[in-house]
């Protein structure tokens, strides 16, 4: 159905090429995962299928790709609609009407299908995705599980033998991501759909995977083929496969229900020793860096947060965890300062942050946005290190120290607008840092962000708490929580629904809970790091 | 420093506050206009042929509108230096009691001694229907292209309008039928010390109906010829029209007050209750809306 | 009362045309704020809750800006007839070649409230038509158009999405000035997020232009490009001729042949192009909005206003108060009945789907 013969992919103004030789063939129903680090070219893979790379993109493309026996070269995008579905990672960028249901049409209209064929159609996608009550609501007032599900839709409707995905999950919770994962096996396996979706958070998408395609990146060759076969060998990878490499399972199990299968005898291994022992070491708290006071936040009409009162310390990492929509963003807005409470009370170092000028915020609370690509207005790399040195006073080129310590080889003459996800995501961080404000404070940092620098990132995060910084990180990504977070908050609707300990919090629930966890439960064990420090304690004290 | 960021709410009650404010300032600037338009205005002028005081010049005013069936007349008037074109046709419709002349909305010259009734600068099979302005060019009249009603007067400027029927609106247009010549200038008597005078804006009056020019006072009487008498083409031979209101110091009230005639005062009420009513109605519309979007929120 | 349901876009646009049109014909100011206040009033009643429709709010505002403009304008460059002077600005006397121009001189109250009124009319000409956009969607809007001008319609109604997201998006990028330390007020904060903005801007566009790409916009059917030629070459001419007899009809001195033939020859183009165009393209619509009941109400009732003013007009020149000498404006009652007509739709109009009625059909008939 998909077949890449020998593609080489030159972006303009590129020295090197984005993709080298690239050559694949993904039959006829079957999910197919691409997988790589941040910015190694899987937006490219996926757009060069339907032939927006290079038509919309400019650059050169050597080789041929063919769907479904067409050529891309010979045929322009619109006129593979009828063949190929293409779903962005906003699927808001992409709506043209204002509501849902002419937003399922807007595809049929345009190939010229007759209207009691269109109305019929239209019908069977709403059906299949669920989305019957929705059909009349204004797209603007719909959640970001509700709009990713209605732009696939609206590709579906022309009848598409192949649906290609960009990160669809990146933005969502892990309710609404379990909706479209599964809105996506039936159609897989209902209807036969072919399906290419690239994907960084592996671990909730490999266990449907029928073959993975792993572009490393630097012009090196792709690895095409079973999960097994690629996780195998690779060095990223989700942590049940990660955990089965370590306990020695084979075949390497790709979900928690086939990990829980064979977890029993490591289970039984791990049951002796006191679990409480391994979790991480506890830093010392300092002091009280920041206190919320029965804040209560309202956008208009909307209540967004309702009486909250919490208290933040030096030295440890908090995870804001909960719903889209239950108020997190919110929560970091009063915090930082942007806006002004309802009523109640927000303290940050003793001062009142939507009080104070913007050069003396940033000295008490820094907040990396969701975008952090608003941070940026710079036209290179290297001018926004300067302003940021120039606008907290510090000697030229410490931003640029912090900037290579989070994300190394970022060229200094690339364009912000130009660099990837992790990379942009770096440099906002590093910009904020620059000032170094004793409340830190990252809205959604993760997304778009592959496992190694996630990695990276959480090494970062670890260290600025042990420097006395208090860490709050509002995330989806629970394998990141797992890792580096001490305490937990849940907010749902405005409240907070729970606030300890993260080991608490996280291990016995089901939505929040890491694969490690789900895997190994009862047992109290959040990260794969804990389970080797586990065994290896476990073997001591079985000889001693 | 206080640089807190407001909310939306408080954004709206501001930006309300400012709508409210605005809508105070215009209703004032409305209703003081009213009362403005109301107020009478002082004027005084020396005679033509009489002396002359310090800061005073004399002008001729030559208007022709017998291609409306109307006369051509020449009026010398004294008006202070550095008046305008403008305010001398003005004072001129003061003092021969004709009224103001009528301008449109942008500016042009409709009507002059309020002719014609109705339109301005029309347009008819063959050309304009307008007032073509004139200015003396050394003995000879020259077509005014450039601003009358900001170019100052000196003593002894001659300045002609004439009503052109079917015009090109260009220096083709035909000129006064009245010719520009010293000997429209009365003879000077000898001049009085200068007494302190305050040059004085002239207002517009509504097109009074009784024409008298001279109120209490009046000491000389009043070779009225201007505009009446059926004057004869040719230089030189017209006599010129001259005004001579009294010479005393206190001011003369020239022209009714605005508002003061009956029959405007009655419509004028009329008016006002109208726009009331209009805008009350508007009050509740606005009002409704307001309710509304506060309840859809 | 009919089901909750978005009304035809070209009812409301015609409505719209129609109260435009009445606030063209007359400088009376009471009239020109019952035309705001008849607008504002059927916006805040009969207004969609979708994003697009809290745009009247800043028609209103640029009105109010267009009204202090054109007074500005009048107190530097106004002509100097005489009046009630106010105060007097510094004269320039200006050299010979511009001594067309006045700058400085006296101000008189006349003059303002001229300049006044004729600010209130361009601010109710903006307020009419902020009411349309506020009303419709411009993609219905846009759907209704016929197939040939589909795609030049395209571009408008991206044009229209353009400004509430940049305002949008302008707002977080000056909060993210705070962020990074620099203050979010002043001018600097407004000019520096320009780039950022349009550069998102930018970004936004394109991702749309490849999603709507990707699903098959811009397919041209099997028809040939001469056939395609000519339908456009016809668009154009149709759209030059009614510009040239709309020229034509308002100006007086124009030849005969520029009036009712030029607009003759332009409806003729057009309708051929519409009937040539309408074979080429392939779209579908996917259930037009009907036009029925109301929509017809609607568009009378703009149409019963403008005829209103026409009478009016024919009747005196109550529509234009004079302002040298300054009078009390005169409230036509004819008018002001034919401006309540226009306000019915509030009334009679159906309801737009709101978020709690959404289960309710959008459309009465399929």
Partial sequence: MIRFEHVTITYPEATTPTLVDVSFEVPEGELCLVVGVTGSGKSTLLRAVNGLVPRFSGGILAGSVVIDGRTTSDVAPRDLADVVG????????????????????????????????????VEDILDLLGLHELRHRPLASLSGGQQQRVAIGSVLT?????????????????AAAEEVLAALTRLVHDLGITVLIAEHRLERVVQYADRIVMVP????PVVVGTPAEVFGGSVVAPPVVELGRLAGWSPLPLSVRDARRVAGPLRDQLASIDTAVFSRKVRSLGDVVATTDGLQASYGPITALRGVDLEFRAGEVVALMGRNGAGKSTLLNHLVGLREPVSGAVQVMGSVPHRLSARDVVRVAGLVPQDSGVLLYHDTVAAECSASDRDAGLVHGTTRIVLDRIVPGIDASTHPRDLSEGQRLGLALSIVLASEPP????????????YGAKQRLVEVLAQLAADGHAVVIATHDVEVVAAVADRCIVLAEGEVVADGPARDVVVHSPVFAPQVAKVLAPLALLTVNEVQLALAAASDSSYS | MNRQLPSIATKRLLQMRALQAAAVVLLGVVVSASVLVGLADTASASSCSGPIRDGEIRVVLVVDASDLGGSSSATCLVVPAGTTGSQLLARRGNELGTGSPRYGSSGLLCAIDGLPATGCGDRNSGGYGYWAYFFDGGGNWSYGSNNPFSKRLNDGAIEGWRFVVGGCGCGLDPSPRIGPSRSLFPALAPALPALPEPPSTSAPSSPTSNPSTNAGGASTPIPQSAGDANLEQGVGEAEPGSLTVTTAVEAVVVGDVALASSNSTDSNTGRWIGIAAVFILIGFMAGGAWVQTRRSR | MTAPRLLHPGAWWLWAVGLAACALRTTNPVLLCLIIAVAGWVVASRRADVPWSRSFASFLRLGMIVIAVRIIFQIFFGVRIPGTTLFTIPEVTLPDWAAGVSLGGPVTLESLMAAFYQGLRLAAVLACFGAATSLCSPYRMLRALPTVLYEAGVAVTVAFTFAP?????????REARRLRGRSDRGVRAWSASALPVLEGALDRAVALAASMDSRGYGRRGSSSVSVRRRSVGLVLLGLVAIAVGSYGLLDPSAPALFRIPALGVGAAALIGALVAGGKSTVRTRYRPDPWIGPEWMVSIAGIVAFASFVLVGRMGDALSPSTNPLEVPAVPVVAVIGLLVAALPAWFAPHPPTLASSSAPLVVAA
């Fill in chain 1, 86 to 121: 293409v779903v962005g990672q906003d699927p808001a960028a992409g709506f043209v009407t204002d509501f849902v249901e002419d937003e399922l049409a807007y595809a049929m209209e345009n190939l010229g299908v007759a209207p009691d064929v269109m109305r019929r159609r």
């Fill in chain 1, 439 to 450: 409340l830190l404070l990252l809205d959604e940092p993760t997304r778009g962000l592959d």
């Fill in chain 1, 158 to 174: 022309a009848g598409p033998r192949v649906l290609v995905l960009d990160e669809p999950t990146s933005a969502l919770d892990p």
């Fill in chain 1, 217 to 220: 990146g630097d012009g090196r």
């Fill in chain 3, 165 to 173: 997201q940049a305002i949008v998006a302008s707002r977080q990028v």
